[in-house]
C-alpha cells in the first residue's frame, strides 16, 4: 500500500533567485511536498524532519534558481529516508510579481 505524507503551506523567508531585488532581501517562500512511501516501521518517515529539512536548505543556501534548490533538496530527502517511492516539491514565491504567483514543481519516481 503506497500513502503520501503531505506537507502544505510551508512558509519561511529565504533569499532565492536571479533578480537583483531577490539577491538582497529573504522574500516568502511557500513550499509543499508529497512523499509517496510504502509503511514499513523500519522506513519511517518523519515529516517535522523534512519540513525543518526544506526550511534549513532553502534559508542556509540562499540558491540562484528555484530548479537548483527543488533537486538539492529533493535529493537530500530520498538520501535521507529509505522507502520513499515517489516525491513532488513545489516551491512558490507569491511577492515576486505583483498579479500572480510563481511556482517551479518537481516530481521524480524513486
Do not use: H
Not at 532581501?25 to 514499513?40: M, N
Not at 535521507?80 to 504567483?101: A, H, M, Q, W, Y
Request: aromatic share 8%; hydrophobic share 45%.
Amino acid at each position: 500500500m503506497l500513502y503520501t505524507i503531505c506537507i502544505e503551506n510551508l512558509k519561511l523567508r529565504a533569499i532565492i533567485g536571479i533578480l537583483e531585488k531577490e539577491r538582497v532581501e529573504p522574500q516568502e517562500i511557500i513550499a509543499w511536498c508529497f512523499i509517496g512511501y510504502e509503511k514499513c516501521e523500519a522506513k519511517f518517515i518523519n515529516y517535522a524532519k523534512v519540513s525543518k529539512m526544506i526550511e534549513n536548505m532553502l534559508v542556509k543556501n540562499r540558491y540562484n534558481l528555484i530548479e537548483d534548490a527543488l533537486d538539492d533538496i529533493i535529493t537530500n530527502i530520498t538520501n535521507s529516508f529509505k522507502g520513499i517511492k515517489t516525491i513532488r516539491l513545489k516551491l512558490s514565491k507569491p511577492e515576486i510579481l505583483d498579479n500572480c504567483v510563481v511556482a517551479v514543481e518537481l516530481f521524480r519516481k524513486i
